[in-house]
């Protein structure tokens, strides 16, 4: 079969849309990889299988990007909480991470879709020589980012179970310590409290024995100014002359004095009184905050959910799991750059640069 043959017959199949005709989901593959369908209708099979394998494999990295994206925005946009404990779906957080993942996805895409259109095909021989690789430089740090930030969520998510289990040892531990420090704050107030309460309250009992001792010797001497006057001590007469008036007039003087005095102390005794019910007020406060406080703590130590905790734990306990996972999406990300330079100049090929060449020649164009 020689040329136009090959042609017409790939006219009247393509027509026909029998065996070699061509899909829409190939064409799609073909603008994946960045080929042109033109010419890759008129191309034998073997370069359009080889552009909608190229294509195939971009396609894959959108879509890998798209679920690496989504849930590691549905992990940032969801609630925080217990990380063994929360099983259920959050609703609120669906929408968002499900629009900016396939943002993410069409990103990834484009850009690999761009590094792929844009890498030649070196020497045109299946040998990758270091000038090819020295030139594919850029593209591969490109995909090498790409392939880091996409393969991240995707370890996470496949490593989720043992990362719940450690990430919930994590935040009791944080609880904990949390739940400590609160602890040591709250009785290091109350214990300045009590401190206050006790300078208080030795005011208040020296008042108190004070005004008790000097109203037991008062009284004292009233029941033995009685017992003088009924004979009963002193001197043995009964009757009340004019000693026994002096003494009573001394006494009484004494206990107007007495309760002048505690009339006087009266609002420096009560304020006392209230300094002392204030302070105790504060520390059954502090008291009642200490379990709001852990509260609050709890909530804190369930902060420790997000994103990055959790790729610093796959890293801790994964092991090899997130390298391996790494490389495969590595492999996955560049590996369209390397076949690209491994290809041989097929059909296509010579197609597009005679196009090119063409388009060139109509504008007038000459290339020195």
Known sequence: MDVQEYLQAHKRTTRTNKVKGTTRFTKFLWWCAGADKVFLELSPMKDRVKYAGI????FCTGLLAAFSGGYAFYTIFSPKGEAVHDDFLHLSSILPALVFGVIWGMIILNLDR??????????????????????????????????????????????KSEIDAE???????????????????????????????????????DYESYVEKRRLELKEQYRLL????????????????????????????????????????????????????????????????????????????NQLDGLLK??????????????????????????PIFFKLMLTKGVYDYLVENNDRKFKAYAGIVHK
């Open 55 to 58: 294509g195939g494999i971009v």
């Open 114 to 159: 761009f590094i792929v259109s844009s890498t030649g095909k070196g020497d045109g021989t299946d040998r990758v020589t270091w000038k090819e690789i020295r030139g594919a430089i850029p593209r591969i740090l490109i995909a090498l980012i790409l392939g880091i930030a996409i393969s991240a969520p995707l370890e996470v998510r496949i490593l």
């Open 167 to 205: 990430l919930q040892k994590v935040q009791e531990d944080y609880k904990i310590e949390l739940d400590l420090q609160t602890d040591s704050v709250i009785n290091m107030q109350i214990n300045r409290y009590d401190e206050k309460i006790a300078v208080v309250e030795k005011k208040i009992q």
């Open 226 to 301: 009685e017992l003088e006057a009924e004979g009963k001590s002193g001197s043995g007469a009964a009757g009340r002359g004019p000693a026994w008036r002096d003494k009573k007039e001394n006494l009484d003087y004494q206990q107007t004095e007495f309760d002048k005095y505690i009339a006087d102390k009266v609002a420096e005794y009560n304020g006392l009184k209230k300094s002392r019910n204030s302070l105790q007020l504060s520390i059954n406060e502090l008291d009642d905050s200490r379990s709001l406080k852990k509260i609050e703590n709890q909530k804190v130590a």
């Open 310 to 335: 959790r790729i610093h734990i796959s890293h801790e306990i994964g092991g090899w799991v997130p390298w391996i996972i790494l490389l495969v999406l590595l492999s996955i990300e560049m590996g």
